[in-house]
Every structure is written in structure tokens, then in C-alpha cells.
């Protein structure tokens, strides 16, 4: 110590230290700093694994090189969310042509799915799964997340996300069972009908947000039983064949004579 | 239910063809048929019976009594408290509770009334409703009596003043009534909203601005004019939110489709559309990105975003009005003027 103090009045010690706060600032960053892309970086074997399993699975529609063609989408820069939310929610490779491909049991591992996601963000720079942080509701802030879903989701999702029908057999599904990433990658790629809300429409922050105040639903209705959540009209059958039922029922047991 | 032994006589005139001719020689008046034969429940030949009735009367007014036993023990017990688990269940014994305290004795009531008390007919005429002679006389001289007593008949001005005080006295709450009637008829105010030239236009519900840059391509922002809180309109922000909400996309400039006198409403592909439905008003939101279709969940109107926002299904009969936009200096997006017409549905002064 006592050899630096006496030099600390050296013409070369403001560089010095100059140097170092810059090293420390850069290494502190480099450490927390969001990062965009998941934790493990892809290696050259994920993306060659992922472009094997794209060829065999996928490259009959896509297109060999992921290029796409008349009514099939190009791939080259959806980036890997949208591969983690298509391949991981069962709706690629699609089941059936039809008004949308519908969610099904996932065709994949998560293994491969990580793959074929390393081989297409390869194509083209385009949005990254999140990570685990990025979308845990304990963090965010869920009546924030209501006033958000109302305003942007829920005129197709419904209320509390029971999902609601669009038009020509197109409808915007339950998210009841979807897990916060694919919550998360739906908004940033913004698959099949659904539009995109991006990072400057919907921040990370306000994505989490979402996050949150779906994974409240989870807990169930205070009320009761929910009828599915659907509104008015599912409520409206109910009271009127059930309730009404009921008491036509009563009226003509009251009415009736005792045997 | 037998009542043929009195019936008899209107068997013939019921049945089948010779109907018309029954209609033309028809009895001048009907008989009355009676009533028919009374019919013994099993209560009142069984007095097992009877016993079980009575039983299960007294069950119901016993489930009534545990029913209401129940809520105030799930009142006390469970309270309402923080968790969504917590409030179901207070919910469901609560109701349960009364459910069972109400039905049951309405139930035990009702099968009390129908087992166990008589069941016998009985008919009771109706007692003639005109008083006799004298007592209608007695009652007009009562009447006359008072009439003059009051000197109503001499005392003109006393007549009128009665007349115009009981005349009068409605209108101390009609005029109030009234006069808050509607309240605001200045029907001029749904031709404006508050976009006007260089507003700009920010996220709902953040109220932050918006780069032209940051809408992509599939995008939809729900859009809301900058200071929407602020100024004369704060305290009917919210009716001035419901004019001016906007629904703003981007679309692949290709695939847009605009009239040569809207060319330069949009910038870059951006359009910004009033998402107030041209039918009866629901917010119309529901964007699908591929057909760039905006579906109205009320009624079903369909609009084509990429081309003018026209009706392409539905009952709509006009196209959403188009927000014409631009860019500010900085970059966000800020309107060119107010919508060029009147938003949402038709009313009457619009004469469109």
C-alpha cells in the first residue's frame, strides 16, 4: 500500500484511475445489464441441430432456406420467440389448413424447440425469447396489467382472457392455459390475427405488467362459478333457460294438485 | 279431472264437423257446468300419509331454520377477507345459507297448503254492488249538505283560489323536474373533438407520445390525444376520451389502398382511425393484423383498415372517419386537424 501511496501524485495516476473506473463501469454493466437474448447463448451445434429439424419438419411449407412462399410466411427475421411460441404452443407444424392453426399438444421437446429457435434467429436479427425474469408475475405490478389488458386486449381476449370469437371462423383463444413466456412472445411477434405490441408500445415492464394480472385470474372468480367468463351473452343463456327453468318449475309445482 | 256428468250437454257442440251448425243454433246463454267432482288426496284417505306430509313439512321448515343458522354461522365465521379463495367461499355459504333459510319456508308452506289444509271448492257469489234507493238518497243529501256548509256555491273568489292554489301547486316540482331534463343541448359539440393541428397523439392509458418509429409494421396502438387531463375539458376528460379515442396500425404501404384526396393523411403507412363504431357506438378494436379486417364485438360491422376503413360487413353504414396525422420535428406523431366529420353514429342534426 505503501508503494501506491506514495505514488498517487504521479503524473500518469489520474489515467490510471481514469482506467480502471472505466473497467469496473464496463464489467459492472456487462454483469447486470438486461440482456435481450436468453440466458445460454446458441452454439454452432444448436443452430446446425435446429436447421436439421427445420429442413426435415418445416422446410415443405417455409421454404428450404425459411424464405416462404404464397401464403406461407417468411421466417427470415420473426426471430426466435416466434418459434418458441408457434413450435412451443403445438400451432406450427400446423395440424390443418383452416381459418387458424390451432393450439395442440407441442410436436417438440423444449430441447429441439431451443434449436429450431437458435437456427431461425440465425436467418435474421428479430425478438428473443424473454427471460425468466422478464416475465415473472411476482414482479409485476397487476392493476396496472388490468388497465393495459382493457385497453389492449381485452376487445378480443375478453375481460379476464376467456378468449372471444373474430370473424370467418378466426377466433382469439383462452389465455387461461398459456404460460407468461408465451404471453410474452404473443405480444412481441404478434402471431396469426393478433398484432404486434411492441417494446415502445408495450413496455418490458407493462408486458410484465400483463403478465401479472393474468396470473391473478388464476385464482378464480370470488363469485362463484363463472360460466366461462364470457360476458353477458353466456350469463344471459344462463338466466334465461336456467333461472327461468327454475321457476316455471316452482309456478307449476305450486299450481299443480296433490295426488 | 272429470266433470262429464255436468258436462254432457256441451259434449256435442264441441266435437268435430257439425261445428258450424252448432254455432248457428247455439243456446241463447250456457249452463253453469258446476264444479267438478272433488277428488280425495292420498292425505286425506291415508292418514299414514297425511303423517309423511306433515314430516316433510317439518324437514323443510327444519332446513329453514338450520339455513338460517348456517349464515349467521358463515357470517360470523368466514369474513370476506383479502384473498379471491377467501370471498368464494364466504360468497357460496352466505348464499347457500339464505337460499336454504328462504326455500324452506317457502317450500314447507307452499307443500303444507297443498297436502295437508283443505282442499275443498268453494264458491262464494258476489254480492250485489248498487245500494238501495234510501241509502243512495241519504248519501246525496250527506253530500249536498256539506256542499253548502262550505258555501262553495256563493263564495265565487273563495272557488277560485282553491282552484288555482291546487292547480298551481304541481308545477313546484314539475319545472325542477323539468328543467334537469337532458341538461346540455348543445348538439354542436359532438361535430369536434379535441384533435385539432399539432396535437399529438400518445398511448391510452400512459398518455406518453408516440414515434413514428416505433409503430412496426402489424402494430396497433390504442391512442389517446396528448393532455387529455389538462385545460378546460378536465373535468369531462372521460367524454372527451370517448370522442377522441383512435385506433392507430401500420400496414405495408403496399397493401394500402387511399383515396387521392387522403393521400397525405396518412405517413408511411400509418393510419389512425376513430375506433368509435359508425353504427351505435361501441369501441370497434378488434384488429386482425393479416386481413387488416377491425371487427366491432356490439354487432358485428366489419371495416377494411387498408382501405379507407370501409364497411365490409355488418350493420355500419359509413366508413370509420380517418384521423389525418403527420410528424412534429421531433419525430412523434401529432394530428393534421380535427376528423373531417362527425365521429360514431348518426343522429338526427347530422343530416347524413
Known amino acids: 500500500m505503501k508503494a501506491i501511496a506514495a505514488r498517487r501524485h504521479h503524473r500518469h495516476a489520474p489515467m490510471v484511475l481514469l482506467l480502471l473506473a472505466l473497467l469496473m463501469t464496463g464489467g459492472l454493466y456487462a454483469a447486470f445489464a438486461p440482456s435481450a437474448v436468453s440466458a445460454a447463448a446458441p452454439s454452432e451445434d444448436d443452430i446446425a441441430a435446429g436447421r436439421a429439424l427445420f429442413i426435415a419438419n418445416c422446410a415443405t411449407c417455409h421454404g428450404p432456406s425459411a424464405e416462404g412462399r404464397d401464403d406461407v410466411p417468411s421466417l427470415i427475421g420473426v426471430g426466435a420467440a416466434s418459434v418458441d411460441f408457434q413450435v412451443g404452443t403445438g400451432r406450427m407444424p400446423m395440424q390443418m389448413d383452416g381459418p387458424q392453426a390451432a393450439a395442440k399438444p407441442p410436436q417438440f421437446d423444449q430441447e429441439q424447440i431451443n434449436q429450431l429457435a437458435a437456427y431461425v434467429a440465425s436467418l435474421g436479427p428479430g425478438p428473443a425469447v424473454p427471460s425468466a425474469q422478464q416475465v415473472d408475475p411476482a414482479l409485476g405490478d397487476a392493476a396496472n396489467g388490468g388497465a393495459l389488458f382493457r385497453t389492449n386486449c381485452a376487445m378480443c381476449h375478453g375481460a379476464i382472457g376467456a378468449g372471444g370469437a373474430l370473424t370467418e371462423g378466426k377466433w382469439a383463444p383462452s389465455l387461461a392455459d398459456s404460460t407468461p413466456t408465451q404471453v410474452y412472445t404473443a405480444m412481441v411477434t404478434g402471431p396469426q390475427s393478433m398484432p404486434v405490441f411492441n417494446d415502445a408500445n408495450l413496455t418490458p415492464d407493462e408486458k410484465r405488467d400483463i403478465i401479472a394480472f393474468l396470473e391473478e385470474q388464476h385464482r378464480g372468480s370470488p363469485g362463484g362459478i363463472t360460466l366461462g367468463s364470457l360476458g353477458p351473452v353466456g350469463e344471459g343463456v344462463w338466466v334465461w333457460i336456467v333461472g327461468m327453468g327454475l321457476l316455471i318449475g316452482a309456478s307449476v309445482w305450486i299450481g299443480a294438485k296433490s295426488s | ?352
Open chain 2, 1 to 352: 279431472m272429470s266433470n262429464n256428468e255436468k258436462g254432457t250437454d256441451l259434449e256435442p257442440r264441441s266435437s268435430g264437423a257439425d261445428v258450424d251448425q252448432a254455432g248457428a243454433a247455439g243456446p241463447e246463454r250456457f249452463d253453469n257446468p258446476g264444479l267438478p267432482t272433488h277428488r280425495d288426496r292420498a292425505t286425506d284417505r291415508d292418514p299414514a300419509a297425511a303423517r309423511r306430509a306433515e314430516r316433510t313439512v317439518i324437514v323443510l321448515f327444519a332446513l329453514s331454520v338450520l339455513g338460517t343458522i348456517g349464515t349467521v354461522v358463515a357470517y360470523i365465521m368466514v369474513p370476506t377477507g383479502e384473498s379471491v379463495e377467501n370471498m368464494r367461499l364466504s360468497n357460496l355459504l352466505l348464499g347457500l345459507g339464505l337460499f336454504l333459510s328462504m326455500f324452506g319456508i317457502g317450500a314447507a308452506a307452499v307443500h303444507w297448503a297443498k297436502t295437508l289444509m283443505s282442499d275443498h271448492e268453494q264458491a262464494e257469489d258476489r254480492h250485489p254492488q248498487r245500494g238501495d234507493a234510501e241509502t243512495r238518497q241519504a248519501a246525496i243529501a250527506a253530500l249536498g249538505a256539506g256542499a253548502e256548509d262550505s258555501g262553495i256555491g256563493r263564495r265565487g273568489v273563495l272557488k277560485g283560489a282553491v282552484v288555482s292554489a291546487v292547480a298551481l301547486a304541481p308545477l313546484s316540482v314539475a319545472v325542477p323536474l323539468v328543467g334537469e331534463l337532458g341538461g346540455d343541448w348543445n348538439v354542436s359539440k359532438f361535430r369536434h373533438t379535441l384533435w385539432e393541428r399539432g396535437r399529438r397523439l400518445t398511448r391510452d392509458p400512459s398518455g406518453d407520445p408516440i414515434r413514428a418509429a416505433d409503430v412496426t409494421i402489424g402494430s396497433v396502438f390504442h391512442v389517446i390525444p396528448e393532455g387529455l387531463r389538462e385545460g378546460d375539458h378536465a373535468d369531462h376528460w372521460i367524454e372527451e376520451k370517448a370522442k377522441a379515442v383512435v385506433l392507430m396500425v401500420r400496414l405495408d404501404p403496399a397493401d394500402l389502398t387511399e383515396a387521392e384526396d387522403r393521400r397525405d393523411w396518412s405517413y408511411e403507412g400509418i393510419v389512425a382511425y376513430s375506433k368509435i363504431c359508425t353504427h351505435v357506438g361501441c369501441p370497434v378494436a378488434l384488429y386482425e393484423q393479416q386481413t387488416h379486417h377491425l371487427l366491432c364485438p356490439c354487432h358485428q360491422s366489419t371495416f377494411d383498415i387498408s382501405d379507407g376503413a370501409k364497411v365490409v360487413f355488418g350493420p355500419a353504414k359509413r366508413a370509420l372517419p380517418q384521423l389525418p396525422i403527420t410528424v412534429d420535428d421531433e419525430g412523434y406523431l401529432v394530428a393534421q386537424d380535427d376528423f373531417n366529420e362527425p365521429i360514431g353514429p348518426s343522429y338526427w342534426e347530422r343530416l347524413k
